[in-house]
């Protein structure tokens, strides 16, 4: 058995379908629906059962789920940078993660959770996921402060030596649709582009960056789902990762790119950054791709430009948009 939790979002889905491509569907997803739309994440998805999040850990507290477990990918989170109710934070993304961790140590399940790369905050250390490095991080926001205690937690214990963390960049692609204002700028700008057929992106606030150059490490969430379960065949590869592509491209690439696939002409209006976003907004990152690579993982990753299309022209544009 596998479990997938935050099986119905965004990442977790596209693991699910990887897994489902590998030929591996006695998958349990572990989510709360609510009243978004994620659930039509599912709806192409092969899994044995579905068990909301709170009736799992509590269960796996109480020690009452006791099925054999081959793996635990951890990807349930409250992923918003935004989001201002620390102790939500605090219990949601890294209580519940640490008492996962260590249930699926005690009971030999393979264990990879997803941490984030807004833990490297404004950059200014670099985006090395060296162990070295990680514990003097200072994240910008409550999110990312929450993914960082997680990341400390399991290297101050040593569970890092037994379990995997993804410092996943920024992710776009099909099955994102719910996620509203976390949604990615490729389909905030397609949905834009429709809809008035121009795009708005933010000024920039530093003199260093000209607007819409600001640069991000831009990973498509196949991608990111292929590395997610190539851990399942390195028991002895442990430790925390970034999942990036080792490029970063700007803002007016990633648009541009959008404009090419659904054949419109471009057209960018910059607007002013919200106040409360100013301070806490990452100009540039750049995943060091160097510990994966070592580790052994060869794929190549798909381009911008690549990616963009696919998302756009098989998914966006079609009547069925999810993987």
Not at 210 to 229: L, M, N, P, W
Not at 251 to 257: N, S, Y
Request: hydrophobic share 40%; with cysteine; charged share 25%.
């Amino acid at each position: 058995m596998y479990i997938v939790t935050g099986g119905a979002g965004f990442i977790g889905s596209a693991v699910v379908a990887q897994l489902n491509a590998e030929g591996i569907d006695d998958v349990v997803v572990v989510d709360e629906l609510g009243t978004s739309d994620k659930w039509q994440n599912l709806v192409h998805q092969r899994y044995s059962d579905f068990i909301d999040k709170h009736e799992f850990i509590a269960r796996v507290l109480e020690g009452s789920f006791t099925d054999q477990v081959t793996a635990v990918f951890h990807l349930g989170a409250c992923s918003s940078t935004t989001e201002t109710d620390a102790d939500y934070l605090l219990h949601n993304n890294f209580l519940y993660s640490r008492d996962l961790a260590d249930w699926a140590l005690k009971n030999g399940a393979r264990f990879v959770y997803a941490s984030s790369a807004a833990t490297y905050g404004d950059g200014s250390q670099g985006f090395s996921d060296d162990d070295s490095v990680t514990p003097s991080l200072r994240p910008l926001n409550m999110y990312a402060y929450s993914k960082q205690l997680m990341d400390t937690w399991a290297l101050r214990t040593g569970a890092a030596e037994k379990i995997v963390g993804l410092k996943y960049f920024n992710v776009f692609g099909p099955n994102e649709y719910h996620k509203e204002d976390m949604q990615s700028v490729v389909l905030k700008a397609f949905e834009q582009i429709k809809e008035t057929g121009k795009v708005k992106l933010f000024k920039s606030h530093r003199s260093d960056f000209a607007d819409g150059e600001q640069r991000r490490d831009f990973v498509y969430v196949k991608d990111c789902a292929k590395i997610t379960t190539w851990f399942l065949g390195k028991p002895e590869v442990n430790g925390i990762y970034n999942v990036g592509t080792g490029a970063s491209g700007t803002w007016l690439e990633l648009v541009r790119a959008v404009f090419s696939a659904m054949g419109k002409q471009e057209s960018i209006e910059f607007v002013d950054m919200p106040l409360e976003l100013q301070g806490k907004y990452q100009y540039f990152t750049e995943a060091n791709m160097t510990k994966l690579r070592s580790a052994g993982y060869t794929d190549e990753f798909t381009s911008l430009s690549t990616a963009v299309k696919d998302y756009v022209q098989n998914y966006l544009m079609q009547d069925d948009r999810y993987l």
